[in-house]
Structure formats: C-alpha cells, structure tokens
C-alpha cells in the first residue's frame, strides 16, 4: 500500500472524487483543503503509525502537492448527476495507421416535399441555413423519402395524385443557392414510384445544371422494396427484378439528356436487394446507398428510451454486412436516410437528450465500418427531427443535433484509431481519433444509472488534457442541453466555454457521468 502523505489510497481517492465534483467551484475546495489543515488533518483517514511509519499529520507543503495534482486532473461537468461509478478504461491504438474519415460524412435527409415551399431550403432561411452552417463545410444533403411519390416537376395541370408536392424551378434554384452558400452537397432523389422516365430526366436536367458541381448524384425512387407492401404503389408481387427493369427505364432516359451525371443507390430499407442491384447496375453507381432505423414503429409499446440507447449491437450487424459489400464491390456506401424510432419517431424517446448519445454512437459505427456518411432524417413535424421549429418563426437544434456537433468536433482533420473498452457490465462506447499531436477519446456513457470513472492507455505519454461535455438534466430531457458548456441558438451559433489546460498523468481519469458524454482531447504538447 502506497503510504504517500500519510494517506491511505482510499483516503486519497476520496478526495479526488471531492475535486472531480466540486472543482468548478475551486474557492470551496480550497476551503475544504484548507480547513483540514487548520484541523491538523484530523479529517483524514491516516495511516496507522505502526504500518507507515509516519506522523499522524500532513505537513502543509505535502497537502498543497495533493490540491494542485488532482485538482489539475479534468473536472466532471457541473450538471454532473451523483450516483454509483464504475472504473472502465480504454485502450488507444495510437500508433495504428487510423482510417481517415470522410470530410463529407455529416448529413441531413429531407423530404422532396420540402420543396414545394421554395423559401425553406433558400439562403432566405436565415435560422435553418444557419443550423445547416453549425454542421461545418463538406456535409451532404439528401431529398427524398415517401413524398417523393408524390412530386411533380412544373406542371400541375399533369398530377397524377390528388395530393402532389409541386417542383418548380424557383424552388431548385433556391436550393442551388443555399448549397452553394453553405460549400454542401446535394443526394436528389427522383420520382420512380409514380413518375415517367421522360419528365425524370426533364426535372434532373435542371437540377444538374442549376447545381453544377455540387450535385453529388441522382437517387431513383425512396425505399423501391416497399412499393409492394407498405407505400402500396405497386402491386404486392412487386420484386426486384420489377424494380430493375423500371430503374434501367429511368436511367437509360437521363443519361440521354445528361451523359455524364452520377447516380447512388438503391435507396432500400433492407439489405435483401443490396448485392443483386449492386451485380446489375455497379458499373453505373459512384454509391451504394441503404436506410437504417434503429427501432419502430413510432406507437409501439415495446419502444423506450433504454431499448434505444442498447441498439448498437444491431446497427453492427448491419454494417458488418455493409462493409462486407463495400469490400466485394469496391464501391463507398451511405447510410442516405436514418434515424431512431420510423413513422416519424417516438415522442419522449427520439426527442430525448438520449437520442443525442444514440446517434454520436451510430455515427462512430458507421464510421469505424467504413462507411462514406450518415444522413439523418429531418422535418419540422418530425419527432426525431435535429432541427425543428422554434419560437419567433426560428428553428433550434434537438438533442440529436448535439450528437451531431459532438462527432464534428471529435473527427475534424483526424483520422479514426482502434479503441477497446475494458467496463465491467455498463452500457457505455469509447472511440478515438488523431489528429497531429492530439489525441481525442470520446466516451459515451448510455448507462441510465451509473457514471463511470475512465482511465486511458494510449501506448504514449501525453502532458495535458482539455474536454468538451455533452450533456443535460436527464436523458429524458428535451430541452436544456448543452457541449461544451454551452447551448446553440437559433441561427446556429455555437461559443463553447473556453477548453481548459490540465496535466495529464498515466494514472488520470476522466468522470463521465451517467447518460453523458464527454470528449477528452490528449496534447503531447
């Protein structure tokens, strides 16, 4: 037993525990310090004479070398919830090659139906563009989903459907605009359910050439393995061979008008018509592209925010098979629509803070499987929604766009290293990233009970630490979360608190508290 100071190592880890909650506060834990001094440490749990061989008090000088050592060590957030902790640590692969991540990896999916308000995706939008702009340069844009059954290119007097989403080019050149402006990209998808091959390739001439270069490619249809069952646009013994017999139509007529336009897809919910389409068309696509909801229907009573936050194992398996694919055909993949419960998402699940630890963890997922991005599905009606309507006209940020800011701030010029958790029965995911002399762990602790105490071992010596928290009252909570320290208005304006400097020592941990998440940023500097 270390006998240091004449503490017991108990003894001294209590007084950790003490700075690592109170610390923001530092005049009270110099007071706690000080007045154990002026009590000649009668406070403290000694060690026994006869095992240390020590006197029963701390000398002063001893007892301020224990105050500026720990209180150097990063605090725990001040909206930290006590409770039971649990030692995990993690393993860092720092001198791994690391996989570089997509510099075009965020992204935000829409319905087309968005468009027939020319003025929401329009430079005009200020709160909305501004959002978008929070997200940081290079993210993807995608249009489509069900509603995309029901657009219409111009001409209204042609609806084949009573309810059609009209498409003019005011609103594509707005959109131009706002993609332009914010230097995205743009995934548009085209309407094979009940549109023609002829007005496709009229609509998709004027989209390309409004977007020029930031057209990142064209879709064909939204979910084509539900045009049989549940969209009911086409008869139930609809397959995929149905489905490629139609998308070849659609093909054949744009690249008429527009030989040298790019295409992703199929744009599926399931995995069956992966390999199939990829076997038939891959020599035609730059992407393939997949849907991915981690639970629903959004009303079923087995939905809860604790099922949610324990998904990842089959989001792995997902992905697992998508790398697979992205191996055989040699083709990147995205996951082009996504989000927490389908049919729009579960009120008080997907609107949750905890829907922010859920998707930081899928983005890290993808990523870690290689994938080239992640488009989570928005709509101002939407619960799972990470931008929606604010007051004053304005939009603000959910929880998920939190997550969303977390991972920007973690990945930004890095590249992904191998990260191994060691936590004993807590639901919680570690991953890392390196970026110069830095290196950022980013924890996230799912557990709705219990925080963790987590030490790092990166194979290297690093001289200090600074951290960003993700967090907020609960994970129930839908309001009054915060990264950084700090909230995001209603433009998208984000002033994180000042990151500040402490030593870093081999033996360090960081406090993440339950359903929290923090990330820890290691300068050899």
Known sequence: ??????????????????????????????????????????????????????ERSISRRSLLRILAGVAATP???????????????????????????????????????VLASPDYLSPRNLSVMGLFRGLGPGAVLRLGG????????RDTDNASVAQTFVITPAAIDALAGLVNA?????????????????????????VARALGPRLLAFQLGNEPDGFGRWSGVRPQSYDFNAFLAEWRKFYT??????????????????????????????????????????????????????????SAPQAKTML?????????????????????IFNEGQPGVSDAFGSALWGVEFMFQVAEAGGDGVNFHTGDAKAYTPIGP?????????????????????????????????????????????????LNVCLINKDLERGARVGIEAGRDFASASVHRLAAP???AGTEVTFGGAAIDGFGHWSPQSLKTYPWRSDSYVEVPAASAVIVYLSRR
């Open 1 to 54: 037993m270390e006998c240091k100071f004449g503490l017991r190592s108990p003894a001294r880890a209590e007084i950790a525990t003490v700075l690592f909650f109170d610390a923001v506060n530092r005049k009270s834990v110099k007071r706690f310090f000080f007045s154990l001094l002026q009590n000649n440490s009668s406070n403290l749990d000694m060690c026994p004479d006869s095992k240390c061989g020590m």
């Open 474 to 476: 609960s994970a129930e």
């Open 182 to 206: 914010l230097d995205w990209w743009l995934i548009y998808g085209l309407n094979l359910a009940r549109g023609t091959p002829e007005a496709a390739a009229e609509e998709a001439a004027y």
């Open 146 to 153: 069900n509603t995309s059954e029901s657009t219409a290119w």
């Open 253 to 310: 007529a744009i690249r008429a008008r527009l030989p040298t336009v790019r295409f992703a897809g199929p744009d599926i919910a399931a995995q069956k018509w992966l390999r199939p389409f990829i076997e038939a068309v891959g020599d035609d696509l730059i992407l393939v592209t997949r849907h991915y909801y981690a639970d629903g229907p959004a009303g079923a009573p087995h939905i809860s925010l604790a099922r949610l936050l324990s």
């Open 320 to 340: 697992e098979e998508m790398r697979s694919i992205r191996d055989s055909s040699r083709l990147p993949f995205r996951i082009a629509e996504t989000n927490s």
């Open 390 to 438: 604010g007051p004053n006209g304005r939009h603000i940020a959910r929880p998920l766009y939190y997550g969303m800011l977390m991972f920007k701030e973690a990945v930004r010029g890095a590249a992904m290293l191998p990260a191994r958790l060691v936590e004993p029965g807590l639901n919680m995911a570690a991953y890392a990233t390196r970026a110069d002399d830095t």
């Open 75 to 113: 605090y725990a957030s001040r909206r930290a919830r006590a409770g039971p902790h649990v030692a995990a640590s993690v393993a860092v692969g720092y001198d791994e090659p690391g996989r570089i991540i997509s510099e075009n990896f965020i992204g935000l999916s829409y319905e087309s139906a």
